[in-house]
């Protein structure tokens, strides 16, 4: 089946730790995004990549870092920086050609700091 | 700023009342309006996406319409396994990124 996988689909983190959010897709797509879902807010975009090897800063990215080695894989660091990582985490794809379906989401990870 | 906004915030129907749920937006030059379905802990789902006014697409109960400047998903004869919450996103042209913004969503709940 084709899709967004994304690990763990929970997490616990103490203050003070890093901790890494996997996402791989089975799409053949080009563009991965990470959002960000807190309660009474609209999802918003913590990093993209339209190409491997490259990524964009979005609206939050202060106190994240992202990788793009592999076409499939876009993992995420929460980073002991960012002061408030407590949310939903949801990775995205997409073709990144005008016209095309998508995004497409996986089942996101809920990360809590303890 | 792109802007987008979704109303009702939430929304309770019966089952069979039909209803529509709006997506107003406020960008420079739309690329693409999508729709998705969001169940409770779970990924968003998509439905649909339009691109230019006029625009219609359907599935099963769900039909979306864009204007210049809303979109409306309209729902008929809703059933229960139709109660989520529906987000609304816009993409534009920011430098060549494939930036979506979203609304807030509409949580819908359909009442047997």
């Known amino acids: 089946d084709g899709g967004i996988t994304q690990s763990p689909k929970y997490l616990f983190r103490k203050e003070g730790q890093n901790v890494t959010l996997s996402c791989e897709q089975n799409?053949?797509?080009?563009?991965m995004y990470w959002y960000r879902q807190d309660p009474g807010q609209g999802l918003r975009l913590i990093y993209y990549?339209?190409?491997?090897?490259?990524?964009q800063k979005g609206d939050i990215a202060e106190g994240y870092s992202v990788s793009r080695e592999k076409k499939e894989s876009f993992p995420l660091t929460v980073t002991s920086a960012q002061k408030n990582p407590t949310a939903f985490y949801l990775c995205?794809?997409?073709?990144?050609?005008?016209?095309?379906?998508?995004?497409?989401f996986g089942p996101g990870t809920r990360l809590t700091v303890l | 700023e792109d802007q987008v906004t979704q109303s009702p915030e939430a929304l309770r129907l019966q089952e069979g009342e039909s209803s529509s749920l709006n997506c107003s937006y406020t960008?420079?030059?739309?690329?693409?309006l999508f729709w998705y379905r969001q169940d409770p802990g779970k990924g968003p789902e998509f439905l649909f996406t339009?691109?230019?006014a006029g625009e219609e697409k359907e599935k099963e109960r769900l039909k979306a319409t864009l204007t210049k400047k809303e979109s409306f998903l309209h729902i008929t004869a809703p059933k229960p396994e139709d109660s989520a919450t529906y987000l609304c996103?816009?993409?534009?042209?920011?430098?060549?990124?494939?930036?979506?913004?979203f609304g807030k969503g509409t949580k819908l709940t359909v009442n047997p």
């Open positions: 995205a794809s997409s073709t990144g050609l005008a016209g095309s379906l998508g995004p497409f």
């Open positions: 799409l053949n797509h080009d563009a």
């Open positions: 990549s339209q190409i491997v090897n490259d990524f």
């Open positions: 960008v420079s030059g739309l690329r693409g």
């Open positions: 339009l691109y230019s």
């Open positions: 996103a816009v993409q534009a042209p920011q430098g060549g990124s494939e930036k979506l913004v």
